[in-house]
């Protein structure tokens, strides 16, 4: 049962440029979330996607946009990179469903370097 | 709004003895309480979860933490540290209905002393 993976796993980016990654949820879940870590922080949510819509946001701009496909995948976007969105990149998934208590499962990130 | 607060972002154990890592929570709604271990280059990876029922709930590896809601804690705890419990732990909160949306604490570097 694969669980949930990510690409890629490290790009390097100028400021100003626009980065794309991806994630395929774990088998049978419906629901992806991203996240942003900056080093020595926790995971900040930054959006979820359910029934290929954004369902919920947290407190990111919006050159942070994303992308759910009928198979579940998301990508998640960044536009106008600046040095402050250098940070591993965390793809979690998970099952929204009555009495699901929708704990995460995660990806082990992508690592966006931006110079 | 939720939050949570780890006290302490290094805590030092020798081999063996006890494990204590500190969380707090601030939630408008019942909460469900998440502690995930982070390896080096790693994603996080659950630990335990509390949603409802019993408070004192037991996760992998030895762990487990018990919800005190007058205390708004969820302390995480390990009897006798073993070397490869070296990480970094992260406490988080959700509501009661969509834990995908979870607030984290900033985490706590354990390190295990030979």
């Known amino acids: 049962d694969a669980g949930v993976t990510q690409s890629p796993t490290h790009l390097i980016k100028t400021r100003g440029q626009q980065v794309t990654l991806r994630c395929s949820p774990k088998?049978?879940?419906?629901?992806v979330s991203w996240y942003q870590q900056a080093l020595g922080q926790g995971p900040q949510f930054i959006f979820q996607y359910y029934e290929e819509e954004e369902r919920q946001r947290g407190n990111f701009p919006d050159r942070f946009s994303g992308h759910q496909f009928p198979n579940y995948s998301s990508e998640l976007n960044v536009n106008a990179l600046l040095l402050g969105d250098s940070a591993l990149y965390l793809c979690a998934s998970s099952l929204l469903s009555a009495g699901s208590t929708g704990e995460l499962f995660f990806g082990e990130g992508s690592r966006l370097t931006v110079l | 709004a939720q939050s949570v607060t780890q006290l302490g972002s290094h805590v030092s154990v020798s081999e063996g003895a006890l494990v204590l890592l500190r969380c707090n929570y601030s939630?408008?709604?019942?909460?469900?309480l998440f502690w995930y271990v982070q390896y080096p280059n790693q994603g996080l990876q659950l630990l335990l979860k509390y949603t409802t029922g019993a408070t004192l709930v037991k996760g992998i590896n030895g762990f487990e933490a018990e919800f005190k809601k007058s205390e708004t804690s969820f302390h995480l705890t390990k009897p006798s540290a073993h070397m490869s419990d070296a990480a970094e732990y992260f406490c988080?909160?959700?509501?009661?209905?969509?834990?995908?949306?979870?607030?984290f604490g900033d985490g706590t570097t354990l390190t295990v002393k030979p």
């Open positions: 988080a909160v959700s509501d009661n209905t969509n834990a995908g949306k979870s607030t």
């Open positions: 088998s049978g879940h419906d629901t």
């Open positions: 939630s408008s709604v019942p909460p469900y």
